[in-house]
Every structure is written in C-alpha cells, then in structure tokens.
Nanobody, 123 residues
Framework: QVQLVESGGGLVQAGGSLRLSCAAS???????MGWFRQAPGKEREFVAA????????HYANSGKGRFTISRNNAKNTVYLQMNSLKPEDTAVYFC?????????????????WGQGTQVTVSS
C-alpha cells in the first residue's frame, strides 16, 4: 500500500510562487509520479509528470514555462515548483503515483492518489 501526502499549498497573490511537496510511504523510486489539479466545478486535470529517475518530464500547456516538477528518490518525495501564479491556477492539487516507471497524462494511468492540497491565487 502506498500513501501520498501533499503539503505546501496556501494563499498567494498573483505573480507569486509556491512549492508543493508530496511525500510517499511505500514504493516510490521505481515509479513515475504526477500532479493533477481540480478547480471548483471542473474536472480534475493533468498538470505535470516525471518518470522514475527524473530524467523525463511532461507538462500541461497551462504550466509550461511556469511549473517545474522534480523528485528526490532518497527522500521519497516529488515536488511541484509553481512560479508566476495566476488566479486560474486556483485548485486543489493532487499528487499521484503511476502504475509504471514512466508517466502519463490520464488519471487511469495512476493507481495511488493523495488527499490534495489547496492552492488559492488572489488577483
């Protein structure tokens, strides 16, 4: 069983930065990891993903150039650095663990999920 616990969310002004963390217990280093988000009244959407060793990453267009995903396998933790935040980035952010050592953009490619952390960006 894998448990994922997100942290680092909060309230920030537009243009500000936040770094989200996701700590995993159980399997971690051999699996891809991803971040998704869900805004009020909207479906959950893909944000970013990273493969097992961190050498491969992928971003949704909404975060390209502003968000950076990284991981530290020694700490069983994946991060999402978010810069130049916009009000439309307001959402609950979830981390998830892939079924394989790579990553995907669809929820069904992930089989463990955290509880989420709220990010609110004020204008």
């Amino acid at each position: 069983q894998v448990q994922l616990v997100e942290s680092g969310g909060g309230l920030v002004q537009a243009g500000g930065s936040l770094r989200l963390s996701c700590a995993a217990s159980g399997r971690f280093s051999n699996y891809g990891m991803g971040w998704f988000r869900q805004a009020p009244g909207k479906e959950r959407e893909f944000v970013a993903a990273i493969n097992w060793h961190g050498g491969g990453t992928h971003y949704a267009n909404s975060g390209k150039g502003r968000f950076t995903i990284s991981r530290n396998n020694a700490k069983n933790t994946v991060y999402l650095q978010m810069n130049s935040l916009k009000p439309e980035d307001t959402a609950v952010y979830f981390c998830a663990q892939s079924r394989t050592d790579t990553f995907g953009v669809r929820e069904r490619e992930y089989d463990y999920w955290g509880q989420g952390t709220q990010v609110t960006v004020s204008s």
